[in-house]
């Protein structure tokens, strides 16, 4: 059997997180009634006008400084031609010609080490309207408040050779521009939509493959599963003598197979043009200079910094700096309560855990910097134990609740009477001589029972550094 | 004419533009294409030998809006451009992807 190489480059289609679209004053917020946010602009009616959106400019400039791209100061937007409904104007404005950024690259780290992946273009454009199928009276309806939303669109050069880099790539991606504000990269809610251009060629061979493009990719999982099955099928046909044809394929990841789309149109031509309703962007050298002064501190610095200056492992600082919400949240906390290592704790452990079991996203997070800071000190000041502090999170974390009221008004204080606790745990040893006798005959473990068994009359409030001593100097007598 | 459309060129704009033309309107649209593009040739008799392209006529640039929510609900007025409307949509004959 011959051996294939896998050849992958990507389109990565990001929604802006301007409050208003880029040619109108539309509102851009997701979820809106249908048709609610909508003006003669972005309906396409004759005789509206577009007028770029100055922030999109600046996001567009940030993200291509952020990954490497020459900008380009002398920029115009085209106009891409095709007929679908979910486009009223029957073109998309666009650009062809002179895109905002050009030749960047940016770094990632796999398994198999780290790589450059190329950028070949970014661009500005507008998104499309939503098409909803109404079976009832076989016709399509149309919601045009996604229409001109901005975008970007990030075209990769085809040096992705596996899903790992595909993977490792799109969340570089994710974290620069959530780190920049400039969108939530949500790929379930389609505010970051990837396109895979996949084509195989036999291990050692120069010339590329035919390749086709798949769309629909909603999550990594999906993306990944759709890599592994496109190429399969695509070696399949070169094995069996057949050939691959150069089209558009949509994902079904429920059935984990892939068909080809019927065309836009018969014939893709989109006869692009200088878009006459928009004058050119000129970028000049301050206002570069002043994006450039405006770009925050990404990822690998905060690691680095996370790391050097705040005493945090590298694991910890990689998986907080992975996300702008946890980096976010670990600098606000830590600046109130000075305590990075505990901070950063509490996020990894307790935090990363009531993610997962209620599948959750760190941008989900509701809790605030102050009350997670509180929590801190009460447990370094000894007013609660370790074990309170475990369920006065969890009440932060769904509720944000102060824990100072909470533990003052739940009466959760840390139990350190030393002669109350000793009445307690006399009673606990005389009821359990069972585990007496075990601990006497070397079983160290048996005093961990006995502990519990104080924690649950305390109702969890006693200092276990207390509950040891006394345990200890009762069982060795 | 100098410029004769074929009719391949005919049926393919024909495809683009989404119209199903008579064979007479093909006929009538090949003489007026040609006649169009003839017209446009006279360009060709200026030099344009280092003259960059142009897209706007004046000298205009940085038109620009600041990101400011300043259109609110106005839906009622919109669907009245729609063909036909459905629960606050424009209905269109269906359309697949």
Redesign the interface.
Known sequence: MKQYETVIGLEVHVELA???KIF????TAFGG????????VC?G?PGSLP?????V?EYAMAVGLATNCKITQNC?FDRK?Y???DNPQNYQISQLYLPICRDGKVEIETESGKKYVRIHEIHMEEDAGK????DW????????NRSGVPLIEIVSEPDMRSADEVIAYLEKLRTTIQYLGASDCKLNEGSMRADVNLSVREVGAEEFGTRTEMKNLNSFKAIARAIENERERQIDLIESGESVVQETR?WDDTKEYSYA??SK???Q?Y?YF???D?????ISDEWLQEVKERQPEFKEEKKARYISELGIPEYDANIITGSKRLADLFEATTKLCNQPKKVSNWLMVENMRLLKENEMEPEDITFSPANLAKLIELVEGGTINSSVAKDVFEQIFKEDIDPEKYVEEKGLKMDNDEEGLRVTIEGIVAANTQSVEDYKNGKQKAIGFLVGQTMRATQGKANPGIINKILKEILDK | MANIISDETIE?VG??A?LELSQEEKEQAKKDMGSMLDYIDKLNELDTEGVEPM??V?P????????????G???EN??K?APEE????????????
């Open positions: 301007t409050k208003t109108c004053a539309c509102s009634e249908v048709n609610t946010h909508t003006c003669p309906t009616m007028v770029l959106n100055k922030q400019v115009r031609n007929f679908y409904p098409l909803i199928h109404d009276d076989d016709c399509s309806l149309v919601d045009y949509r789309m019927r149109e018969d014939a031509d006869r200088p878009e006459p928009l004058v050119p962007v000129i | 393919y495809i683009l989404k897209s706007h004046f205009v640039h940085n038109v620009f809006r600041e990101d400011i929510v300043k259109n609900d106005d839906r919109i669907l451009n459905k629960k606050g949509a424009f209905m269109v004959p269906k359309t697949f992807d």
